[in-house]
């Protein structure tokens, strides 16, 4: 493969003020680096496009450092070596890092993994196969820990966690019911998906419609959005129940998250538990494995809405922020 002399990549070049805007990346054109001993140069093939990434994009305080200002944003990325001055990594293997959004970007190998295209599809190493498969799988296994027969109530459940989410735990005999918005994503998280049933958020019977999906209580909550979602769930919570706490999309632009069912927190004993699943590194082998091959045997589906070409990444990633995305948000870039 001939190197080019130049590539492009999207830096932060202003922190949001409210909700993120095109303003607030900058596309750049930069020289290709001279390969040091140890390192390995890779043509990313696509890149992944999460809400974690609104909160590193702010000054406030949070698990992670913020994202640099006029630095390459950050995210998880797939692709392929094209040059290589480590002997763990070879030109044509495919491999999985955090290079984020650029065509190409070196790496020194410590965080970059080789992945087997033979049987699942490099995209898939960057949802069902990856970082939010993982999270799914942590949270559903490691907090959550539904019996068979149990009730789990997973918002945002068309997205890239929450469909796994749903999936993992049909596989443990568990009653599955979804929060989406809209009639289309519904309609794909209870027959394509296997979840028992989906409410649909933007109808405006939040609260009503969770509870006749519910008659026997809720006893496990994935959460991703927060804010009245969140609220709705734990209404109808039975003693003991479990909440995953993975994300807070309905907040990422500065919104107000008021819990008006705190109060059940200690009326029904809950277990709420929040984490970061890079946090989680010694649970990564298992999950992937487990997850790979649950992919593999189409036990789990999983769906994709694809941006093509770099530039067009500021704009997927704002309508991901409003839930314009069906499913794991990526950007093709080859």
């Known amino acids: 493969m001939t190197i080019p002399a130049t590539y492009q990549r999207i830096v932060l070049a202003a922190r949001p003020r409210g909700a993120v805007a ?3 990346f900058r596309l750049e054109t930069v020289p290709v680096p001279e390969l ?5 140069l890779i043509r990313n093939h696509y890149l992944s496009l999460d809400p974690y990434m609104r909160g590193r994009m702010s000054k406030a305080a949070s698990y992670a450092a913020s994202q640099a200002l006029d630095e390459t944003m950050i995210g998880g990325t797939v692709g392929q070596v094209v040059a290589s001055r480590n002997p763990l990594f070879r030109v044509g293997d495919h491999v999985g890092g955090m290079l984020g959004w650029a065509e190409m970007g070196v790496s020194d190998g410590a965080l970059l993994r ?5 049987h699942i599809p490099l995209s898939a190493y960057l949802g069902a196969v990856g970082m939010p498969g993982m999270a799914a799988w942590y949270g559903l296994n490691q907090i959550m820990a539904p019996a068979a027969g149990e009730t789990v109530v997973v918002s945002a ?11 993992l735990a049909r596989l443990r005999g568990c009653r599955v019911v979804g929060i989406a918005g809209g009639p289309e994503k519904c309609d794909y998280v209870v027959k394509q998906l296997g979840f028992d049933a989906c409410v649909d958020y933007k109808a405006g019977n939040l609260e009503a419609d969770l509870a006749a999906a519910t008659p026997d209580g809720v006893d496990a909550i994935f959460e991703n959005v927060g804010g009245d979602c969140l609220d709705a769930a734990l209404a109808r919570t039975n003693a003991f129940a479990r909440v995953a706490l993975c994300g807070l999309i309905a ?6 998250m008021p819990i008006k069912n705190a109060r059940l927190l200690l009326i029904n004993r809950l277990s709420l538990r929040g984490f970061i699943i890079t946090e989680h ?3 990564w082998q298992q999950g992937l494995q487990e997850l790979a091959a649950l992919v593999a045997d189409r036990r789990i589906t999983y769906r994709e809405t694809v941006a093509d070409g770099l530039a067009a990444a500021p704009q997927a990633f704002m309508g991901l922020l409003h839930g314009h995305n069906f499913g794991k948000q990526l950007v093709k870039l080859i």
């Open 251 to 256: 907040g990422y632009n500065g919104a107000e």
């Open 22 to 24: 095109p303003e607030n």
């Open 157 to 167: 459940a068309s997205g890239a966690v929450g469909s796994v989410v749903g999936q």
């Open 114 to 118: 080789k992945l087997d295209i033979s």
């Open 36 to 40: 040091a001993d140890g390192e390995v």
């Open 281 to 283: 590194m010694e649970y």
